[in-house]
């Protein structure tokens, strides 16, 4: 075999610590205040079609407090001032930064919201009970993971899954978008997977990152459900013997083509879809800790080039930062107005809509700015990234192609949920994101220049 001269090797994005798994139950009791859709006819779940699961990872270096990602099925906060009730409690329980936590909603559209009781909602009496509930199972489960670290890598490899279109559609009847399948734009399709080896190679936890909106079940559904999230991990936890997190990502304008139905079939049917796509991309990864290494030329019909693996240095190094911005809102009126009109309301589905301003009005005050809140975390090669915002995909894409030689992991709804974070030129339209929205014209684009930066300033601190 000849030599040649160097070329680079191929290698995965990759970390190097001691971390720690551990799941529980979350389901909440049949009977619940369920209600996600203004056009549903019920309020309360009345059957579970999969259960509700709260996975915790461990990341801990030697030299640094350890990180807490947490994959939980659930929808989204009702308001901030909930989740920072929440959070305060779960923080100090098992003492841990703001900065060193990620709670990350799958966003299912098929459980509770994540609010305080209100008295006159049915099923209601069962939210405060359930809550406290996941409080202590997170608690628990974090102190879980905790106690039983060990050695291992995380790398990461990138691939794509069909499921994810775009969503929103020109009404063929009116001067609006609608917010269902565009058969004619091309969505972001790019699935993310991080794999973790223990010094034994053994698989011991997978995370798929992908885009797309778990809205396969609506308002003809009345079972608890994580959506198409439960037939993923179950079809990769087949494979892996490991258990399987879901990282959301960055999908205001992502969704299923076929979504808005109650047969909870569809949704494990789009599970399945997704869990064979990351298990495709599990079986072409490298072996664990190694690259593919040009050895030279064999010269046989044809000038062969061999590669071959060899062992590589993975980087022990996690950093955990958070950025925090100012962006614009919109000039709503208040939230005793808000509440007025919805008292007055004879619509069922206008006074959801009314019900949900109400309490993101609540959420974010009478300013005419909010702090944002984006949190970055360093895994060794690969970057974490995310808001409590619904981004559109145009978001991670664009973060993506600022960073091309490693993985970014782009996350929506992480450490609480408060609304869509739409494109400048959306704001001409009438599209659901944008009048869902509190945040004024050129608040993606905020937060997009905000992200870039943070994440630059972390590596050139490392």
């Not at 779960?90 to 305080?116: C, K, W, Y």
């Not at 990138?158 to 004619?184: K, N, S, V, W, Y």
């Amino acid at each position: 075999m000849t030599s040649q001269s160097a070329l680079p090797e191929y290698q995965h994005s990759a970390s190097r610590g001691r971390f720690g798994i551990a799941r529980a139950d979350i389901t909440p009791p049949v009977g619940v205040y369920s209600r996600c859709w203004g056009a549903a006819a019920h309020d309360t779940a009345d059957s579970i079609h999969r259960p509700l699961q709260l996975t915790v990872l461990v990341l801990a270096s030697t030299a640094e407090e350890p990180l807490i990602l947490i994959d939980a099925d659930l929808g989204w906060w009702k308001t901030p001032g909930v989740y920072q009730k929440f959070s305060g409690r779960l923080r100090e329980a098992v003492q841990v930064s703001d900065g060193n936590l990620i709670f990350a909603l799958t966003h299912t559209h098929a459980g509770p919201p994540l609010m305080e009781p209100d008295d006159d909602l049915p099923g209601s009496d069962l939210l405060g009970p359930w809550m406290e509930q996941l409080l202590s199972t997170a608690i628990a489960t974090i102190k879980q993971a905790r106690g039983d670290l060990f050695d291992g890598v995380l790398e990461w490899a990138e691939g794509q899954c069909g499921l994810a279109t775009i969503r929103d559609l020109p009404d063929p009847d009116g001067d609006r978008f609608l917010c269902g399948f565009q058969p004619a734009a091309s969505a972001d399709r790019t699935l993310l997977v991080g794999r973790l080896t223990d010094a034994a190679e053994t698989v011991r936890a997978t995370l798929s990152n992908y885009a797309c909106h778990p809205t396969t079940l609506a308002w003809d559904n009345t079972a608890i459900s994580p959506d198409y999230i439960g037939a993923m991990r179950e079809t990769i936890e087949q494979h892996t013997s490991a258990p399987a997190l879901f990282l959301l990502g960055m999908c205001g304008d992502l969704a299923p083509r076929h979504q808005y139905v109650g047969d909870p079939a569809v949704a494990d049917q789009h599970g399945k879809e997704l869990g064979f796509a990351s298990l495709s991309i599990l079986e072409g990864m490298n072996k664990a800790a190694s690259a593919l290494s040009f050895q030279g030329c064999m010269e046989s019909g044809a000038p062969l080039a061999v590669w071959r693996y060899a062992d590589t240095a993975v980087s022990e190094l996690m950093n955990a930062q958070t950025v925090r911005i100012q962006i614009p809102l919109k000039d709503w009126p208040s939230a005793e107005e808000l509440e007025a009109e919805r008292v007055q309301c004879t619509d069922r589905a206008l006074e959801e809509r009314l019900r949900r301003k109400r309490d993101i009005r609540l959420g974010i005050g009478d300013g005419d700015s909010w702090e944002l809140t984006i949190w970055i975390w360093q895994l060794g090669d690969a970057i974490l990234v995310g808001t409590c915002c619904e981004p559109y995909s145009e978001l991670q894409q664009a973060v993506r192609t600022e960073f091309p030689e490693r993985s970014v992991v782009c996350m929506n709804l992480i450490n609480g949920s408060i609304g869509y974070l739409p494109p400048a030129d959306l704001y001409d339209h009438d599209v659901y994101p944008v009048w869902q929205t509190p945040f004024e014209r050129g608040s993606l684009e905020i937060v997009r220049e905000a992200m870039i930066s943070g994440i630059r300033h972390v590596l050139n601190q490392a």
